[in-house]
């Protein structure tokens, strides 16, 4: 395939010239997400309506170039990068909250809202959105809905899917059509909503989208529990669920990443504990209250840990800023990264971590880590050199080894990162022969001409 200049300049017909470019500057912007590949496409549009995503696309059928539309480009799997090269459909422009209805917690949004600033828009109206991946501010809706993000409080509040209505979504066909209900409930016909969240941008591209919310908690509170051992962490994590206590996030941390947190915010942090646990509860004050004191007595009593609770706001979120800054903090500690975030059962998670342990010590990389310890998904990092061969290979077979483990476990290689083009080549280890064809029969009954996203989750 290949973008014409006749082709580029019907698209520019199409978002107005300064929507629309192929300048070196433009290109080099938009070919990369969070793994840091690099993938120029050959032009980059901004859409701003439904009618303009549909025309692209009836373009792309007629000329046959390919459609990889982005939100933020933070992504941790590839989805967004143009790897077939085409143009970068940019849907930031779609950047309007329509209505957030008080009386029937629902709201409509378009798929550009950066999430943050979504949330912060209803909980002035006293609501809550709970998706709260780590990268709330920058990120979008559409890539939300589009990975199925999770983020910290999916424990409690469950992951984006839990609270997608409907959606407005321009088939790779061009049609515009509406999906899943305006209300609170519906089951009439497939559950096609359903199925376009966490596909990746691979069956459609969002442009409106109903979500459901919640009241607004009235308060919460955090606290860090600080570990010399990570199986008694693990053990205080499954004690607390066992007494039928639900945190709105339970976040681990493993050594490696205490200290590479340390070494990056001098935040005070404990660098000989084993583990520490980031917990948070929230409800109304009294029940907070009792839900803290709880677990207080869970950690104190058997699992012994050292507990701090925060007392203010600001500390709250200085415990939450040293949890946030792993990622970046690792780039320090090499120029290559492997992120995964495989998810075990819970009570599994010390021997994930002594598997990682003992991968790190074979292969003399920095492994590391940390993520959501109450629904058993664990960010795992491996750092090499990318320009050496012999590392890159040695964390390659780490992360075949991880994920083999994994699924020995009983878990799933992904709990909310995608698969993308970082996971597309070990979906035979978890996705079934037939299983696989009867998703490669879903996505050519969506996108007959293979033109949206290709590249991605289905080789
Ligand atoms: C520091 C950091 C922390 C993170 N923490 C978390 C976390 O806690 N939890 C979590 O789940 N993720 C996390 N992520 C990953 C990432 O932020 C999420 O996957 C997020 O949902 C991506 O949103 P985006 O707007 O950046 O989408 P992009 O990266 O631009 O795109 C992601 C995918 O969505 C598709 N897409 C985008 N918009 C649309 C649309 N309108 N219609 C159809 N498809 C579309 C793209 O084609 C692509 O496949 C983190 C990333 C970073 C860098």
Redesign the pocket.
Known sequence: MGLSPKVFHQLCNIVGKEYCTRSAEDQVCYAY??TRRFYPPEAVVFPKDAQDVSAILQLANTHGFYV?????????????LPVAGGIAMV?TR?DRILTIDTDNLVAVAQ??VV?GVFQRAVESKGLFYP??????D???????????????RALKYG??RDYVLGME?VLPTGEIVRVGVQTTKGVVGYDLARL?VG????L????EMTLRLLPLPETSRTMLAVYDRMETAAEAVAEIIRRGIIPRAIEYMDNTAIRCVENLLDAGLPVDAEAILLIEVDGNESETRLLLDRIVSVLEGECRGRIQVAETREEAARMWKAR?AI??ALRRYGTGKLNE?IVVPRNRIPDMVAKIRSLAEKTGLTMLSFG?AGDGNIHFNVMFDKDDARQTSLALEAVDAVFDYTLALGGTMS????V?IAKAPYMKKEISDDVLALMKRIKRAFDPAGIL?PG?MLL
Request: hydrophobic share 25%; glycine share 24%.
């Open positions: 997400d969070a990889t539309p982005r939100g933020a480009g933070s992504g941790m799997s590839g989805g967004s849907m779609f798929p550009g999430t998706p709260d991946p780590s990268s709330a920058f990120s979008t809706l559409g890539g939300n809905l589009a990975e199925c993000a999770g983020g910290v992951v984006t979504v376009i596909s990746e941008g691979t459609g591209v969002i442009t946030k990622s970046p975030d959501h709990g909310e990162h995608g993308g996203n991605k």
